[in-house]
């Protein structure tokens, strides 16, 4: 029995020195798709190297190629190369679907555009994990959405000619004739070979052109397309951050950052023995960035929705430009309330306004956006007062939310109002002090020219978007 009881004590520290001198000698193998030209291979690699150089410094990328997948012998291939090949194999794109179809058995970790949870063969779901963002319908939606309106009819598409995209642009075609939107694709072979590819885009009437992430083939790419958008003044939208802040104009972008450490810590943590499973797939949403200087630079108005929660890069430029047009930015930072069914159009006057005079949204202007409705209590009203005189510099209103900021007379911000006569006739004396605006013809007034453009027309109709919630106007004119 004390023999027994050794034995095992000494079988298990034989083990633990086994292990230990194991993982300090190791050679890890991560196997990708041979030619693949995708960011993300280059985020995750990147990223491990950074993360854990033990690793790095003993690794062996090897490249397994999947051209036979579409016959049983060809798949059977597949397989056996990456069980006998690699210890954890990595993927993304359109080779993760021929990953899934051929069933492997080796760890994967995947990087991909949608939830591909459901996709997972039942045979792959204990050595499958990964990091998954928006569908590829939400991306194009989001992608638009950066243009103003006028410019979401024709896109153009550019790729490399080397970049395996030829699903992901049927997939995107599919896509944009379902949101009418005229997607023109277009390819290069290396990057002296895109001033063609750009002029050809401007002479077919592009309004802009997409740039998707896995569509560059060197660095060089990037710069002439970023060189080419100046010139032709045709903007460049993409997904990639970083491509942003070097002179993109913007997009729904994917933060490097961010993905690649998660997927280099997943790899990590599987190359040292943790099963797949045990490691939760995670969603990694986009964040609009915006490149105010290339904005500027082009033109482009973005949409106010987009710049209220986009992150803005490229300020240091664009301060310079500010600086030659002759306006400078006043010091400080301001911080401007506005009721968040303002009418977009007044909105927009009232931005313009400021930025003539040196006040610049995301630079030293500050939007807050409030909810106020005829609905609201007393006690919101008066928690809204103290917040608004918090939070605000200035609070700019319509008529409309006048009329229920009169109510609040605990607001200490000053308050800037256009509206008709009648509604700042019942301001409290309190608030007195506090008010200053524009005023414009009173309700009757406009009544009696109406009539006076129309005489002897009994019914009048009025029309307002729904959108723009006003309900108190509509009441004013019926009476």
């Not at 990223?47 to 490249?63: Q, R, W, Y």
């Given at each position: 029995?004390?023999?027994?009881?050794?034995?095992?004590?000494l079988?298990?520290?034989a083990?633990?020195?086994?292990?230990?001198?194991t993982?300090?000698?190791?050679?890890y193998?991560?196997?990708?798709?041979?030619?693949?030209v995708?960011?993300?291979?280059k985020?995750?690699f990147?990223?491990?190297?950074?993360?854990?150089?033990?690793?790095?410094?003993d690794?062996?990328?090897v490249?397994i190629?999947?051209?036979?997948?579409?016959?049983?012998?060809?798949?059977?291939?597949?397989?056996?190369d990456?069980?006998e090949?690699?210890d954890?194999?990595?993927?993304?794109?359109?080779?993760?679907n021929?990953?899934?179809?051929?069933?492997?058995?080796?760890?994967?970790?995947f990087f991909?555009?949608?939830?591909?949870?459901?996709?997972?063969?039942?045979?792959?779901r204990?050595?499958?994990?990964?990091?998954?963002?928006?569908?590829?319908?939400?991306?194009?939606?989001?992608?638009?959405?950066i243009l103003?309106?006028?410019?979401?009819?024709r896109?153009?598409?550019?790729?490399c000619r080397?970049?395996?995209?030829?699903?992901?642009?049927?997939?995107?075609?599919?896509?944009?004739?379902?949101?009418?939107?005229e997607?023109?694709?277009?390819?290069?072979?290396d990057?002296?070979d895109?001033?063609?590819?750009?002029?050809e885009f401007?002479?077919e009437?592009a309004?802009?052109?997409?740039?998707?992430?896995?569509?560059?083939?060197?660095?060089?790419?990037?710069?002439?397309?970023?060189?080419?958008?100046?010139?032709?003044?045709?903007?460049?939208?993409?997904?990639?951050?970083?491509?942003?802040?070097?002179?993109?104009?913007?997009?729904?972008?994917?933060?490097?950052?961010?993905?690649g450490?998660?997927l280099?810590?997943?790899?990590?943590?599987?190359?040292?023995?943790?099963?797949?499973h045990?490691?939760?797939?995670?969603?990694?949403?986009?964040k609009?960035?915006?490149?105010l200087?290339?904005?500027s630079?082009l033109g482009?108005?973005?949409?106010?929705?987009?710049?209220?929660?986009?992150?803005?890069?490229g300020?240091?430029?664009?301060?310079?430009?500010?600086?030659?047009?002759?306006?400078?930015?006043?010091?400080?930072?301001?911080?401007?309330?506005v009721?968040?069914?303002l009418?977009?159009?007044?909105?927009k006057?009232?931005?313009q306004?400021l930025?003539?005079?040196?006040?610049?949204?995301?630079?030293?202007?500050?939007?807050?956006?409030?909810?106020?409705s005829k609905?609201?209590?007393?006690?919101?009203?008066k928690?809204?007062?103290?917040?608004?005189s918090?939070?605000?510099?200035?609070?700019?209103?319509?008529?409309?939310?006048?009329?229920?900021?009169?109510?609040?007379?605990t607001i200490?911000?000053?308050?800037?109002?256009?509206?008709?006569?009648?509604?700042?006739?019942?301001?409290?004396?309190s608030?007195?002090?506090n008010?200053?605006?524009?005023?414009?013809?009173?309700?009757?007034?406009?009544?009696?020219?109406?009539q006076q453009?129309?005489p002897?027309?009994q019914?009048?109709?009025?029309?307002?978007?729904?959108?723009?919630?006003?309900?108190?106007?509509?009441?004013?004119?019926r009476?």
């Amino acid at each position: 029995m004390i023999r027994k009881n050794i034995f095992i004590i000494l079988t298990v520290s034989a083990m633990i020195g086994f292990f230990s001198n194991t993982v300090l000698s190791a050679q890890y193998r991560i196997g990708v798709p041979k030619n693949h030209v995708a960011a993300p291979y280059k985020w995750f690699f990147n990223s491990l190297a950074g993360k854990n150089p033990a690793i790095a410094k003993d690794l062996t990328i090897v490249e397994i190629d999947l051209e036979g997948y579409r016959d049983s012998a060809g798949r059977e291939k597949i397989r056996r190369d990456i069980a006998e090949k690699c210890d954890l194999f990595f993927s993304t794109g359109d080779d993760l679907n021929i990953i899934f179809e051929v069933g492997i058995t080796s760890p994967l970790l995947f990087f991909s555009i949608s939830d591909l949870t459901a996709s997972i063969p039942e045979s792959m779901r204990k050595n499958t994990t990964g990091i998954y963002r928006e569908s590829k319908a939400e991306l194009f939606k989001q992608l638009m959405q950066i243009l103003p309106e006028d410019q979401r009819k024709r896109i153009g598409m550019i790729y490399c000619r080397g970049g395996k995209l030829e699903k992901l642009m049927f997939n995107f075609m599919q896509l944009s004739e379902k949101m009418g939107v005229e997607l023109i694709t277009k390819s290069f072979s290396d990057s002296s070979d895109i001033g063609r590819v750009m002029q050809e885009f401007k002479q077919e009437k592009a309004t802009a052109v997409m740039l998707l992430p896995p569509a560059l083939c060197s660095e060089q790419d990037l710069i002439e397309i970023i060189a080419w958008q100046k010139k032709l003044s045709l903007p460049v939208i993409g997904q990639i951050k970083e491509q942003i802040k070097q002179g993109i104009l913007g997009g729904p972008a994917m933060d490097s950052k961010q993905i690649g450490p998660n997927l280099a810590d997943y790899a990590t943590k599987i190359l040292r023995g943790r099963n797949p499973h045990q490691l939760p797939i995670k969603f990694f949403g986009a964040k609009y960035v915006v490149n105010l200087n290339t904005a500027s630079q082009l033109g482009t108005i973005i949409p106010q929705a987009i710049i209220e929660q986009a992150e803005i890069v490229g300020m240091a430029n664009h301060n310079k430009v500010i600086e030659k047009n002759n306006i400078s930015p006043v010091a400080g930072n301001f911080t401007i309330g506005v009721p968040a069914n303002l009418p977009a159009p007044l909105l927009k006057s009232l931005l313009q306004a400021l930025e003539d005079r040196g006040y610049f949204l995301e630079m030293n202007l500050r939007l807050v956006h409030y909810e106020i409705s005829k609905d609201s209590s007393a006690a919101q009203l008066k928690k809204l007062g103290q917040e608004l005189s918090a939070k605000t510099d200035l609070i700019f209103t319509n008529g409309t939310n006048l009329i229920l900021l009169k109510k609040i007379p605990t607001i200490s911000s000053p308050i800037c109002f256009i509206s008709t006569q009648e509604l700042i006739t019942d301001i409290p004396p309190s608030l007195k002090k506090n008010f200053t605006g524009v005023i414009r013809a009173s309700v009757l007034s406009l009544m009696d020219m109406i009539q006076q453009m129309m005489p002897g027309k009994q019914r009048v109709t009025v029309m307002s978007h729904s959108a723009t919630n006003l309900p108190e106007t509509e009441s004013e004119y019926r009476n």
